[in-house]
């Protein structure tokens, strides 16, 4: 089910889509086209990693980071 596609309009950046071995289908944006290539192998090489973490857990602690970013050294007032 492993599937991608890299496209570039002009004047724009290139444009990855992949699809993972469970269906789970990514995309993402890279201004050289090997970055691009570079990303696909990156989600296929860690698709069972991806499939096997809880993505509302990453989804929090990310959250979480930004605040502390936000409020360290942008010294704006904290999300509640």
Do not use: P
Not at 26 to 37: H, R
Not at 53 to 71: F, G, M, P
């Amino acid at each position: 089910m492993r599937d991608f596609s890299i496209t570039r309009k002009q004047g724009e950046w290139y444009h990855a889509k992949v699809t993972d071995s469970y269906g789970n289908t990514y995309d993402n944006y890279f201004e050289e086209a090997y970055e691009a290539n570079n990303w696909i192998y990156y989600i296929w090489e860690n698709e069972e990693w991806f499939n096997s973490v809880n993505s509302q857990d990453l989804l929090s602690k990310a959250i979480l980071n930004c605040k502390e970013i936000d409020s360290k050294n942008n010294n704006l007032r904290e999300i509640l």
